[in-house]
């Protein structure tokens, strides 16, 4: 099922709610916002994220991707964020989330249209 504009928009508003200090993961965004995987979200950041405080969000794992690991990781530190040998501490940082259906039902929307429909 294709992404709607309100399920990107959804997702933004997760991660620019996201505080100071804590983090997220790319599942924790999928599932408050009802995505089947939470690859959807590595898609949003990677396209729609740029004025988005995108180092706040992490993989399950706790630690960046490598190609932005050192920027990431300096802004996590500068927050004040728990980093231990390159991953941050997920039980001390990570941001709860209201349980679903914290955000807003998708809206019967068109799907987002992509480049080369």
């Known amino acids: 099922m294709p992404t709607t504009d309100a399920q990107i928009e959804q997702v933004r508003t997760l991660v620019a709610s996201i505080p100071r200090g804590r983090v997220a993961t790319y599942g924790d965004i999928a599932a408050a916002v009802g995505l089947s995987t939470p690859r959807t979200v590595g898609w949003i950041m990677r396209t729609d994220a740029a004025d988005l405080p995108w180092h706040r ?37 990570r941001f709860p989330f209201p349980d679903p259906p914290h955000c807003v039902p998708p809206a019967e929307t068109a799907p987002r249209r992509t480049e080369g429909q």
């Open 57 to 93: 969000v992490l993989g399950a794992s706790g630690r960046p991707a490598a190609h932005l690991a050192h920027r990431q990781l300096r802004l996590l530190a500068e927050e004040g964020v728990p980093i231990r040998e390159g991953r941050v501490d997920l039980r001390a940082a």
